[in-house]
């Protein structure tokens, strides 16, 4: 199971450009579709968890979904398939090609302008398919938006992510509490009901 988490996280680190958002949608269809390791709800848990900790997404998630899988080896695991291609492929940049070189080459800039739909497509994906998942619906559509559009502002304070990070997260705990309280008031009233009535 070490191997096999390893090699799909090597995969996905192999042959994904663009970033942890665009390594997303190919981690969730490894996860959760191909080999369901974890359900999709729990895995748009973790993708919550990975954006809420410090570091670079990619590596966040493969930790979260490694350790939900298989503890702390699963976790090693899944963050090294993810890191060793990125820092393999750049150690093989560094010795034979140069930023000069890269820019001068026809090729290898026809190359990189090819890939950028591509990775624009993938950074998209995720986000669409984590909204659905997430049922956002036309009544709480406008609270990503307004998100986004107050952070890109660039307002002192108020475009910070981690403010609306940490509101995401006061709400999400008076919610998930008022949600408890309501499902205990109910099944009290239940078996108050029940044992009233032999």
């Known amino acids: 199971m070490l191997t096999k988490l390893f090699l799909t996280f090597f ?3 192999a042959f994904t450009f663009g970033g942890g958002w665009a390594m997303i949608s190919i981690i969730e269809k490894d996860i959760v579709d191909r080999n369901h390791w974890l359900s999709r709800e729990e895995f748009l848990d973790l993708l919550a968890v990975a954006q809420s900790l410090p570091g ?6 493969a930790a979260t979904v490694g350790d939900r899988i298989r ?4 976790s090693i695991m899944s963050a090294l398939g993810t ?3 990125s820092f393999l492929i750049i150690l093989i940049i560094a010795i034979f090609l140069t930023p000069d070189l890269i820019k001068n080459n026809p090729i290898a800039s026809r190359v990189f302008m090819g890939i950028r739909p591509a990775v624009v497509a993938l950074i998209v994906a995720p986000v669409i398919s984590s909204a659905k998942s997430s049922n956002i619906t036309w009544r709480t559509i406008w609270i990503p938006i307004v998100v986004a559009l107050l952070i890109w502002s660039k307002i002192p304070v108020i475009s910070s992510p981690i403010l609306y990070i940490v509101i995401g997260g006061v709400a999400g705990y008076f919610t998930y509490s008022r949600n408890i309280r309501k499902i205990a008031e109910n099944s ?3 078996s108050s009901s029940t044992s009233s009535n032999p």
Request: hydrophobic share 45%.
């Open 11 to 13: 995969k996905i680190g």
């Open 71 to 74: 503890g702390l080896k699963g």
């Open 56 to 61: 670079i997404l990619a590596v966040n998630i």
């Open 188 to 190: 009290s009233s239940d």
């Open 83 to 85: 890191i060793l291609p």
